[in-house]
């Protein structure tokens, strides 16, 4: 008897997760707004400016964007994994419901190097500012990512392979 007691107590737990996926979607609206305060700035001087500003602007609203994407798979898939299954259309959000905790992780990764590979392209863009120094740890941050995912994909995939349908 003691022992349903605790066990529903701590399943019944799963719900206090769901208040920090709530202050995660604020967050994904707050990139929102401010992708159109990003558009907005870049209309009036657009003119003027220049090739290479005009990449950084547009490198920064993709890694707004790749964050933005990164915050919705870890909302709407942590919600499914941990908390409570998502009624949604069929055909709609495929993805969601076959991605357990494993694979988050890997696609998480994923969007970490590529949000890191953007933050690097910005630098190089801007190399004749940037020290040397500053530059070589962009790239050896942005490599420790990349191996890092890599690892996790082989663990994961040595892992858990005869437990995944794929």
Do not use: C
Not at 6 to 11: A, K, M, S, V
Not at 62 to 79: C, E, K, Q, T
Not at 145 to 153: D, H, M, P, T, Y
């Amino acid at each position: 008897m003691l022992e349903r007691v605790i066990e529903r107590f701590l399943f019944s737990g799963r719900w206090l997760l769901v208040p920090l996926y709530v202050g995660l979607t604020l967050v994904l609206l707050f990139f929102t707004v401010k992708f159109f305060q990003e558009l907005a700035h870049l209309l009036p001087g657009l003119a003027d400016m220049t090739e290479s500003d005009l990449i950084l602007v547009a490198l920064s609203l993709a890694d707004l964007a790749l964050v933005a994407n990164l915050l919705v798979m870890v909302i709407l898939s942590g919600y499914e994994n941990f908390v409570s299954r998502i009624d949604h259309a069929s055909g709609e959000l495929s993805w969601l419901g076959k991605m357990d905790a494993g694979t988050l992780k890997i696609k998480v990764a994923a969007s970490i190097v590529a949000i890191s590979s953007i933050h690097l392209l910005k630098a190089f863009v801007k190399v004749h500012e940037i020290p040397n120094d500053k530059l070589l740890w962009l790239v050896v941050i942005h490599l420790t990512f990349v191996v890092s995912a890599l690892l996790l994909a082989v663990v994961d995939k040595i892992a858990f392979s005869t437990h995944r349908e794929h």
